[in-house]
């Protein structure tokens, strides 16, 4: 089947909700390590430089800016011990365990932002679909797999591609999808993502592949859609603007408007 277009997804923000899982992974690690647990706010003021992808990444820097601006005398952790530490917190004590069925740690916590009659809805709609996601592969297929039900889904996790923002991972799942070099001629490639290094990613496409037509959706995390957060989710949003989103979305799902016209 030609497709009339490709709608690529971030996982983490579009696809569940991590709140309590990925993002209270991170605020514990650095309580952990610093004695401080880091609000959302500061969590998403990060995030917003575009730079902090990767969670792990995100919680050592944390640490060491706290080290840094409280002059503290604590040991920055080393990368494995800090992994280690932010994995028992997030899978659990079996994190080296890919049966997910001995998982008892935060990521039991997630909430569906779609299901799989999404899914089902852009098929029908004969646009193709498929995940560009700085998570680990078990917890990835997890979510796809076993919690929405999708079969082998069309995936770049970590360390399948450099991270984002570099669009490698982003280009080569668009090729490997429609078979066909992505160029002059190609059907629209649409990214759903929840923050600036997503948006990003899309901007940078744009400069390896400046003849494929590109546009790049953006839906501020779960967390700030809460009425008290009003204020938060609007400065949020601007970031992505002027990151260079083209659409802001009230959710995932309504990336299926904006494609009707494909």
């Not at 569940?16 to 609000?39: C, G, I, K, M």
């Not at 680990?136 to 991270?163: C, F, Q």
Request: glycine content about 6%; overall charge negative; some cysteine.
């Amino acid at each position: 089947m030609d497709l009339k277009g490709l709608v690529l997804l971030d996982i983490d923000g579009v696809v569940r909700d991590v709140e309590y899982s990925y993002r209270l992974a991170l605020q514990e690690t650095v309580n952990h390590f610093s004695n401080w647990r880091p609000s959302n706010q500061v969590v998403d003021s990060l995030k917003s430089e575009g730079n902090w992808n990767n969670d792990w990444d995100a919680s050592f820097e944390l640490i060491r800016r706290r080290k840094e601006f409280k002059k503290l005398s604590l040991k920055l952790p080393s990368r494995d011990h800090l992994i280690e530490k932010f994995s028992n917190f997030y899978f659990g004590g079996a994190f080296n365990n890919e049966d997910h069925n001995q998982w008892d740690g935060f990521i039991k916590n997630e909430k569906l932002l779609v299901n799989k009659d999404f899914f089902d809805k852009l098929t029908e709609k004969e646009i193709g679909w498929g995940f560009v996601s700085g998570a680990e592969t078990p917890s990835a297929k997890y979510v796809l797999e076993h919690r929405i039900g999708l079969i082998n889904p069309p995936l770049i996790a970590m360390g399948d591609a450099p991270d984002k923002p570099d669009p490698t991972g982003l280009i080569n799942l668009g090729e490997h999808i429609f078979s066909k070099p992505l160029g002059q001629g190609m059907p629209p490639v649409a990214f759903i993502g929840d923050t600036v290094s997503d948006v990003l990613t899309i901007v940078k496409a744009r400069e390896k592949c400046p003849n494929q037509l590109f546009s790049s959706f953006a839906v501020a995390p779960p967390h700030l859609h809460k009425k008290e957060n009003l204020h938060e989710r609007s400065v949020y949003e601007n970031q992505l603007r002027k990151a260079g989103a083209d659409e802001i979305l009230l959710s995932t799902k309504d990336i299926l408007k904006h494609i009707s016209n494909w």
